[in-house]
């Protein structure tokens, strides 16, 4: 059993491998964005930068500067502070700058400001800008302050990315995850390629295809893995405490607020959040959600006190959102926020390979945990597991495997310790089921027929939202 773990950690670390060169490829272009709404200004630069080699790619408002920051790495930014609108504060221009460093913190920029405005430089200085210039500039000194920000901001990283891959290859946090399959290699790569990062990720497929364990793999491979990955799953909440859950409260804000309350998004902060079931968000609280997205910004209920929270979002649903937008039930714009990196789970029964080394590690587990002398499968037995569809997916074999575990007389699983029984047979002889059969068999439906969505099915069978939950839970769906 140990060899095949290795065999997917070596999956695992030819992934990392892969996404890390490319990445590298993506750093040496040696690329600077200026910002500035002058065109002779950005002509100039323009000039003057390319002929040292530089690729140069102006923008001439502090929207253009963030579109570009969104689209592509840069290796420096060199940005006036005063734009149209307000020509002298340079307030746009310190607004601009905390918007980069909400992109991308690892980004040097280099403010540019008229003579004797020293105070503004200084307080770009103090707002993360790494130098600054005075105009009209030296172009000798420009050059010097730009070369040497490359270089600093090649080296972090550089520094960055070794220690994301060291901490992928040293395991370090993260949980088990078996995918030797071929279905399974383009999601080894999004995690090796994405989870260092601060991006944020959406994770859909079908339930118990292994999302959590995904969010968690993510975290533990990202920059913030030393901080707290927090989840909040929206389906198992009534309407009325979710956003004080995701926001906090202050005391007094409603009758119950007793006290004053941190939410999951402050707790998260240097960290990740992970909002579960996301399709469940009510409505009303989605723009909620999209303006902490977009501008790192939230206020306690019941507080006007404005708050920065910098959480990385992993959010992750069973249910097809791009249908829950055309039906108006969640935001567009929130969908693009959250899915700036989508991961798709492929159901269990397109990944075949995966059943034998999954069924084996979770009969590893739970033998240890029943204390049973278990050697392994037999033969039919494993191929009886290959061959079933799996609508539960994992952690239908999962459950499957642990009852088996329990049934087992021998040193072995025999076929019929594993109790499996084919959808079809299920659906034609309800008589045969008992009541608690039934009600999984009906839940299954109802969800089958909402999309995933918990809310919608819940409604359909007469439970409560969190009734629903428990039930998901109980059986195992
Ligand atoms: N690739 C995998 N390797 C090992 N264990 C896995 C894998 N995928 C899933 N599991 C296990 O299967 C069970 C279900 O997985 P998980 O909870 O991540 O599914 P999910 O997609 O989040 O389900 P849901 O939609 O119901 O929330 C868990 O016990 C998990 O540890
Ligand atoms: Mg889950």
């Excluded at 007793?258 to 609280?285: H, M, Q, S, W, Y």
């Excluded at 902490?292 to 929270?309: A, H």
């Excluded at 439906?445 to 918990?454: E, I, P, T, Y």
Aim: with cysteine; glycine share 8%.
């Amino acid at each position: 059993m140990a060899e095949r773990y290795n065999l997917g950690d070596a999956c695992f670390e030819r992934a990392v491998h892969e996404a890390g060169s490319s990445m590298r490829a993506v750093a040496n272009a040696g690329r600077v964005l200026i910002g500035d709404d002058q065109a002779d200004v950005l002509e100039a630069l323009r000039l003057l930068l390319k002929g040292e080699g530089f690729a140069i790619e102006p923008a001439a408002s502090p929207s253009a500067v963030l579109a570009a920051l969104e689209a592509r790495e840069f290796d420096v930014i060199l940005m006036d502070l005063n734009y149209t609108r307000d020509t002298t504060s340079g307030q746009e221009g310190l607004d601009l700058l905390t918007r980069i460093q909400a992109i991308d913190s690892m980004v040097p920029v280099v403010v540019m400001t008229a003579w004797g405005s020293v105070e503004l430089a200084v307080e770009a200085m103090r707002r993360g800008a790494r130098d600054f210039i005075q105009k009209p500039w030296d172009n000798a000194r420009l050059m010097t302050i730009v070369r040497t920000q490359m270089e600093l901001s090649a080296a972090l990283r550089r520094g960055q990315r070794l220690e994301a891959e060291n901490r992928l290859l040293r395991a370090e946090g993260r949980p088990t995850m078996i995918a030797e399959s071929p279905a399974m290699q383009p999601v080894l790569q999004l995690i090796a390629r994405v989870g260092p990062s601060d991006a944020n990720v959406l994770i859909t497929g079908e339930p118990g295809t292994g999302k959590d364990v995904v969010a968690r793999t993510l975290h533990a491979v990202s920059n913030r893995a030393s901080k707290p990955m927090v989840t909040l799953n929206a389906g198992g909440l009534a309407e009325g405490v979710f956003e004080s859950e995701l926001f906090g409260h202050v005391k007094g804000a409603f009758t119950d607020a007793k006290a004053d309350r941190v939410g999951r998004f402050e707790l998260a902060d240097g960290g990740t959040l992970f909002l579960d079931e996301i399709a469940n968000v009510p409505v009303n609280l989605q723009a909620k959600l999209l303006r902490v997205l977009e501008i790192g910004e939230m206020e306690r209920v019941g507080s006007s006190k404005t708050r920065r929270v910098d959480a990385r979002v992993i959010s992750a649903t069973n249910a097809n959102l791009t249908e829950e937008v055309a039906a108006g039930r969640f935001r567009q714009d929130l969908l693009f926020r959250l899915n700036t990196i989508e991961i798709h789970l492929p159901p269990l029964r397109e990944r075949h390979e995966d059943i034998p080394l999954l069924a084996t590690h979770f009969l590893g587990t739970h033998a240890r945990r029943y204390r049973k002398a278990l050697q392994g499968f037999d033969p039919l037995a494993l191929q009886a597991l290959v061959e079933n569809p799996w609508q539960g997916n994992v952690r239908e074999l999962n459950h499957v495997v642990e009852r088996a575990v329990l049934m087992a007389q021998d040193r072995v699983v025999r076929p019929g310790d594993l109790a499996l029984r084919s959808g079809s047979q299920t659906a034609g002889r309800l008589e045969d089921m008992s009541l608690e059969e039934v009600e999984a068999f009906l839940i299954k439906k109802a969800l089958a027929r909402h999309n995933g969505n918990v809310s919608h099915a819940a409604n359909a069978l007469g439970l409560s939202r969190s009734a629903l939950y428990r039930r998901l839970q109980r059986y195992g769906l």
